[in-house]
């Protein structure tokens, strides 16, 4: 059991993220401070500087977050259940959760990320996104019940579950459709599972 110095600082860190991550999608990733982060999360700066020392830092803080749940995700799945269906289910619940303050909010926050595209938020990026694919890699091989270094079904179907979702939310993201972001993601999962479904049984 965590002791009381360490449940106190993961509720600090919980609550900086969490600032930061309402701040990023209502100012601006670029145009928010670290000062601000600090303020709304009700902390000194220097709290946050011990957790964060970098905007880069507490970006990647934020992507860590989501990463963490689906890893607890995986590790807790029921016997039977494949990963197709998991993954379906995590992006089904994922981004509804992203898009809760509204689409058009988390809509004009995308345009924004997309728009800077900075060096800091792209390294992020790609360090989460080759974590994801390692995890769905081994998760599908076990499913497939083949070695991912010998069979390169697991890795491609992994490349294109990351992919695809990536894809989906940077193409709404950029358009005035009337369709969730929810609704989009889901449907190449959806587009996925139909072409590989049934390669993909939990063993």
């Known amino acids: 059991?965590?002791?009381?110095?360490?449940?106190?600082?993961?509720?600090?860190?919980?609550?900086?993220?969490?600032?930061?991550?309402?701040?990023?999608?209502t100012v601006g990733p670029e145009e928010t401070t670290l000062e601000q982060v600090a303020a709304k999360a009700g902390l000194h700066v220097q709290t946050l500087y011990r957790h964060f020392p970098s905007k880069s830092d507490l970006t990647s803080a934020i992507d860590q977050h989501?990463?963490?749940?689906?890893?607890?995700?995986?590790?807790?799945?029921?016997?039977?259940?494949?990963?197709?269906?998991?993954w379906r289910d995590w992006i089904d619940r994922a981004s509804r959760e992203t898009t809760r303050r509204g689409q058009e909010r988390y809509r004009r926050h995308l345009r924004r990320v997309l728009a800077n595209n900075s060096g800091s938020f792209t390294s992020s990026y790609l360090r989460i996104a080759?974590?994801?694919?390692?995890?769905?890699?081994?998760?599908?091989?076990?499913?497939l019940g083949v070695d991912p270094e010998r069979d390169s079904l697991p890795r491609l179907v992994a490349c294109m579950l990351w992919a695809a979702n990536s894809n989906a939310a940077r193409r709404w993201a950029m358009s005035n459709t009337s369709e969730t972001l929810n609704e989009v993601c889901v449907a190449v999962v959806d587009d996925v599972i139909a072409l590989f479904g049934d390669r993909f049984t939990r063993r």
């Open 1 to 25: 059991m965590p002791s009381v110095r360490a449940r106190r600082k993961q509720s600090t860190r919980a609550a900086l993220i969490k600032a930061a991550d309402d701040l990023f999608e």
């Open 66 to 86: 989501y990463l963490d749940r689906f890893t607890l995700e995986l590790e807790a799945r029921r016997p039977g259940q494949g990963i197709l269906a998991l």
């Open 130 to 143: 080759h974590q994801y694919e390692e995890l769905l890699t081994r998760e599908l091989a076990a499913d």
